[in-house]
């Protein structure tokens, strides 16, 4: 059997997708297992999780508009905006039934004992069943990206709703996770959108709906149509003012007028394969595209549709594993983005105009995905033109560095820096505002997402970052209590400490799975804490502490062994309480 | 970076988006209501967390004139004597007053007397995170007002909560000044004025009504009467062909006149402020460019007919149900290719949503008109960015000052940098400064230019990095900027610093200081701040130096007793702020103007009371002249 090709480099065997489909619908006939497991074929190397769904209101919106919550942190370190320290949310419902899963150990001694025998891991799920099978993907990551010989897992969902917000998808790509997410859906399936819809507008109907797919009458509930017309009004909603967000709208109305209502915060992520109705199969990675194909996909032609839309939007729920069985006989995958391919525009060419034709897109809706075409081809120049700045940075941080060698028959550079009464302080300090300028100016592209996702997670920046952050930042603590800072702001570590540095220190504990705790190039805001509290009770137990902590950070390279010059204000510090050598 | 290839037009996805929430839909319905049957002429209710206000629009201010034409300045206080409409009345010098139609001001003041509007208005706002003023008509500008008026109040007491303002064919309210004043104030996104493709009321107050008065008044008489009764079915109009054709060519062959003129804004001239959402019976696009508003509600009435443009101020109810279902259905573009620029596929599809075919004479100058309200250049976020490299750059040039400051702190001449400023000689070094604080200024001025021409974030003045730039710029340089000031003896020709000579953007900047999100701690400072705090202090240290020198030379008791009281307020103020530390070191210099000063006024004051013991009694207020 044959192969569907994904993007440039992802290829799942038709089989594979096959039996996760079945097994995915077999899965709702065994509610009380959670999930079920299997092997393709005995000699194959997968091994296929599937989850049941659940078709009960209290399992889709845990309360509230759209049922979110922040992602368990302990459980989902990765699922956040590091630099900026956002944090993802997720459907709260689907996350506690992870949990029960996760909460069967069972569950954990069998994927282990599938990543032990070297077996690749498909995650499974129809449904919500979809969305449980997302979280276990994200879970088994999280536990296992880093072991040797790590083979990547397979998430197979087939019209799952969304699980989680914008933050999530970034995550996702950041660490490079996105292309194990694959989820199919009917043009018209209607779950998947349901998403954006919330709770308050669509909750007398939701049950009868969900009742249907329990019991699969001929007929779908008689309020069919005025379902589908509230959850595609709510999703042009989003998907409108995403739209105008993408095609750079500043008319501070989008804003003003967002305030007013709900807008969902589920967004699409990992690649999307749309069935388009017509036997043939179209591949969106671009979570912006997706979204608006969501909406633009269920937009009817004329009035008279509007029933047998809304009853079809239904039944696709349950068509998947019919429907796929025939597509997949000669699997043609066609992609609506080539990227990283020198092609002109795509949606200009033939094909992906029918494409989009059987996707039902109009042209408004093509207007659309090339905005987010753009938007993605405007955040690679935003990075080619930051990486162009790296040649500054360095100049900069090499002049700093030489005046930190140059003070190290001083005092050391930090107290150099703080009386500040020599030319090269002066000079030092440009240096140090040139930098602080081309930081501040990338930390205010990453708020507004204009990098690409993948940015933070780059080991070059990270790596840039920690220098900087390590040669500066003395500085600007010098600075900010040579100007008493303090005494207008607080103590440095509270209300003084610049993002750049926050950031870079959060790029660097994500990357190296550090604890979050007191980073070395603050110790001298520590230093000038205790100085003011001299004398004062527990001060000379704070500093032994200190000097201990100070070791540690010379040996890793976190501060310099110039704080340990004789005259620095360190040790003078030492010697105000009887403590140096 | 180029922004060519990616730029879209974007006031057909905007009006999609307020068309797909119901925010449009349920204004409309609270409207209708308010029209019909409100004895108090609004309606007010909560749905959900947001609490909609209602205006009439059938209300009449008797022995109004019906003509329209007395523009008056919005009020600066109201009948308690409590402040109104605060910061718009901040206008630039040479500026017409903020002026508003008077006849529409008075409806809203005599709603706003009303104590069960107050009333119901403070307990809407009490249980609601967010409020909506609407009103159709004459009502739009009754909500815009009070909208105005709300968006003022909050400002006062920041407030939070969210307000917007959504009219259905409203009259225009009042003129330029008003219209920049919102936008300045970054208003202009609270405002969202729903015009159909045909309705005359948005446009009749382009033209002179004079010489059409008595025909106004009928048309808004059969206006009234239909919205009080909407059912009645079409009145005897129709047997009035000829009144309307009247109407229809006045106006717009003065709206024509007006576009035809440019864009240059006359004064006494009615000016739209806030967004127009423009809908046709095929859909709607959103545009909040004044020039570009009056542009389109030009082309737009031209393709109109009499009839039509009377009927359509009676038809929001169909546009709104219309625009508000759109979503549902696809839209194909029937009118051949679509451009293969993004950017003119936009247009040419804003333009289907106007009802404008590409055949039509006015398909040319709309996409013109369209191309022109495009934010041309750069978008806020770029120019934003660009600013903050700027920013980054002038940054050594602020430190080249800073350095001057520690320098001249250290100095055996004991001055402090205001004074070494104030006598500076010609050396390289004080020229250098001086060249330093002109680029400065140079970069913050375009700051503020941008900002205040909406090329900047809506919130730029939130950012903390600008917010805090600017402080720490003003701290450091406006001492020198006093310095300057009296050391060319501008004081003498045009009055002192603070209230003659002090630059915009340093007021600016308070505000901009003032409104961060932090609340002021009490911090004891142990030492002398690095920068003077107060940093007019200066330019109060040179005041109290000419009031010394008046004091000597005035012979007048009583004069003399002002002006003494003047000068210990001064005294002690510097003496707290002194004690403080909230200045300087500088200013505590031996030989600093401030320290010299203190001298002086010690010794003379001394000399007073040695000489004239019976003065500081009086100074009391114990003996009465």
């Known amino acids: ?581 | 970076m180029d922004t060519e290839s990616s730029t879209f037009e974007t006031t057909e996805m905007l009006a999609d988006f307020l068309a797909s929430t119901p925010l449009l839909s349920e204004s409309w319905r609270l409207c209708n209501l308010a029209n019909q049957n409100s004895p108090v002429g609004f309606v007010a209710n909560q749905v959900g967390s947001v609490g909609y206000v209602a205006f009439s629009g059938t209300l009449f201010v008797s022995g109004s004139d019906p003509s329209f034409k007395n523009l008056v300045c919005l009020p600066v206080r109201d009948g308690a004597g409590n402040y109104l409409f605060v910061p718009l009345h901040d206008k630039n010098e040479g500026e017409e007053p903020v002026l508003v139609q008077g006849a529409l001001l008075r409806i809203f003041e005599n709603m706003y007397s009303n104590p069960s509007f107050q009333n119901q208005i403070s307990t809407l706002v009490k249980t609601s995170k967010s409020v909506i003023f609407t009103g159709h008509s004459i009502g739009g500008t009754t909500a815009s007002l009070a909208a105005l008026w709300l968006l003022s109040y909050i400002q006062s007491n920041s407030a939070n909560l969210s307000v917007l303002c959504i009219t259905f064919g409203s009259p225009l309210l009042g003129n330029e000044t008003l219209s920049r004043a919102i936008l300045r104030e970054r208003w202009g996104g609270k405002f969202c004025h729903v015009v159909s493709k045909y309705d005359l009321m948005p446009r009749i107050l382009f033209a002179p009504l004079d010489p059409i008065g008595p025909l106004i008044k009928l048309l808004l008489k059969f206006w009234h009467l239909y919205m009080t009764s909407p059912h009645c079915g079409p009145l005897d109009v129709q047997r009035n062909e000829e009144f309307m054709a009247e109407i229809f060519q006045f106006v717009l062959i003065h709206l024509r006149g007006l576009v035809e003129a440019g864009e240059e804004a006359v004064t006494g001239m009615f000016r739209p402020f806030g967004n127009y959402l423009f809908c046709s019976g095929d859909g709607a696009i959103c545009v909040d460019n004044a020039a570009a508003v009056i542009k389109m509600m030009y082309l737009l009435l031209e393709t109109g007919s009499p009839s039509c443009s009377i009927e359509d101020h009676l038809k929001y109810g169909d546009y709104v149900g219309r625009i508000s279902s759109q979503f549902l259905e696809k839209k194909s573009f029937m009118l051949g290719e679509l451009p293969e620029s993004s950017y003119e596929a936009g247009v040419a599809l804003a333009l289907q949503s106007l009802g404008i075919s590409s055949q039509e004479p006015v398909a040319g100058p709309a996409e013109d008109c369209l191309q022109a309200a495009r934010r041309m250049g750069r978008t806020p976020n770029l120019n934003c960015a660009n600013l903050a490299i700027k920013l980054s750059k002038i940054n050594p040039y602020r430190a080249e000052i800073e350095w001057y400051k520690a320098l001249c702190d250290r100095s055996d001449d004991q001055m402090g940098y205001y004074d070494s400023f104030k006598q500076r000689g010609a050396s390289k070094r004080d020229s250098k400064v001086n060249l330093n604080r002109h680029k400065l200024a140079r970069f913050w001025d375009d700051v503020i230019n941008l900002f205040e021409s909406n090329q900047l974030p809506h919130d730029f003045h939130r950012h903390g990095k600008w917010v805090y730039s600017s402080q720490f710029y003003k701290l450091l340089v406006e001492p020198l900027d006093i310095a300057e000031y009296y050391r060319t003896g501008m004081h003498c020709s045009k009055g002192h610093y603070i209230n003659h000579g002090r630059e915009r953007r340093y007021q600016i900047f308070d505000r901009w200081w003032k409104g961060r999100n932090v609340r002021d701690e009490d911090n004891r400072r142990s030492k002398f701040a690095s920068l003077t705090q107060d940093t007019c202090f200066w330019a109060k240290v040179e005041e109290a130096r000419g009031l010394l020198d008046d004091v000597r030379s005035v012979r007048d008791q009583r004069h003399s007793a002002l002006l003494w009281e003047k000068i210990d307020c001064f005294a002690s103020y510097a003496k707290t702020l002194v004690e403080a530390k909230e200045v300087s070191i500088d200013v505590v210099a031996k030989n600093s103007s401030y320290s010299l000063w203190l001298k002086d006024y010690n010794e003379m004051k001394l000399q007073m009371l040695r000489f004239r013991p019976q003065f500081s009694s009086f100074m009391n207020g114990e003996i009465v002249p």
């Open chain 1, 1 to 581: 059997m044959g192969t569907v090709k994904l993007g440039e480099n992802m290829e799942i065997k038709v089989e594979v997708i096959k039996k996760a489909c079945s097994m995915a619908m077999k899965a709702h006939k065994y509610p009380e297992k959670q999930y079920l497991f299997d092997k393709i074929k005995s000699s194959s190397p997968e091994v296929v999780f599937s989850f049941a769904g659940s078709l009960s209101v209290h399992d889709w919106f845990a309360g509230g508009s759209f049922g979110d919550m922040e992602v368990d942190r302990r459980l989902f370190p990765s699922l956040k905006y590091v630099g900026l320290d956002e944090i993802g949310r997720v459907n709260e419902a689907f996350f506690k039934r992870f949990k029960a899963v996760l909460a069967n150990p069972k569950f954990e001694l069998e994927v282990k004992k599938a990543v032990d025998d070297r077996r690749k891991v498909v995650f499974t799920g129809h449904s919500s069943g979809g969305a449980i099978a997302i979280l276990a993907t994200v879970w088994f990551l999280e536990v296992n990206s880093r072991l040797p010989n790590f083979i990547e897992p397979l998430c197979l969902t087939f019209g799952s709703p969304l699980v989680g917000d914008r933050i999530i998808n970034i995550a996702l790509r950041r660490e490079k996770w996105s292309r194990c997410f694959v989820n199919f859906v009917m043009r018209l399936d209607i779950v998947p959108r349901i998403s954006l819809s919330p709770l308050s507008s669509i909750g007398h109907q939701l049950q009868r709906v969900l009742d249907y797919f329990n019991q699969n009458p001929q007929q779908p509930p008689a309020d069919a149509p005025d379902f589908y017309e509230t959850v595609v009004k709510n999703a042009s909603s989003v998907a409108n003012y995403a739209a105008c967000k993408i095609m750079g709208s500043t008319n501070p109305l989008l804003e003003t007028a967002s305030s007013f209502i709900e807008l969902s915060p589920y967004r699409p992520l990992g690649t999307y394969v749309f069935c388009t109705g017509t036997g043939k199969l179209v591949e969106i990675s671009n979570a912006d595209a997706v979204l608006q194909v969501l909406f633009y996909s269920s937009q009817l032609s004329t009035e008279e549709e509007k029933v047998p839309v809304a009853q079809t939007s239904l039944r696709d729920h349950l068509n998947y594993e019919n429907y796929l069985k025939e597509c997949l006989r000669t699997p043609i995958v066609t992609s609506l983005f080539h990227l990283h391919q020198e092609a002109p525009p795509v949606t200009s060419t033939a094909n992906v105009d029918m494409d989009l034709n059987d996707l039902g897109l109009s042209e408004r809706a093509s207007l659309c995905l090339r905005a987010a075409e753009a938007l993605e081809r405007q955040k690679l120049r935003n990075q080619n033109t930051i990486d162009g700045k790296q040649i500054d940075i360095e100049k900069c941080l090499g002049n700093l560095e030489k005046y930190k060698s140059s003070c190290a028959h001083k005092a050391g550079y930090y107290d150099a820096f703080k009386s500040s009464d020599q030319k090269e302080d002066f000079h030092a300090n440009v240096n140090r505002l040139e930098l602080a300028g081309i930081w501040d100016e990338i930390i205010e592209m990453l708020k507004r997402h204009e990098l690409p996702d993948e940015f933070e997670g780059q080991k070059k920046w990270i790596r840039l970052g920690t220098r900087y952050r390590r040669i500066v930042e003395p500085l600007d603590i010098a600075n900010y209590y040579r100007h008493l800072k303090n005494e207008d702001t607080g103590h440095y570590m509270g209300k003084g400490r610049p993002r750049r540095y926050k950031c870079t220190q959060k790029w660097r504990e994500h990357a190296e799975k550090l604890r979050d705790e007191f980073p070395g190039s603050c110790f001298w805001a520590e230093v000038e804490e205790l100085w003011i509290r001299s004398g004062s009770q527990g001060t000379r137990e704070s500093i032994l502490q200190l000097k201990t902590k100070v070791e540690k950070w010379i040996g890793e390279e976190e501060v310099g062994d110039d704080v340990l010059l004789e005259n620095s204000t360190f040790m003078k510090l030492q010697r105000q309480h009887g403590l140096a050598s």
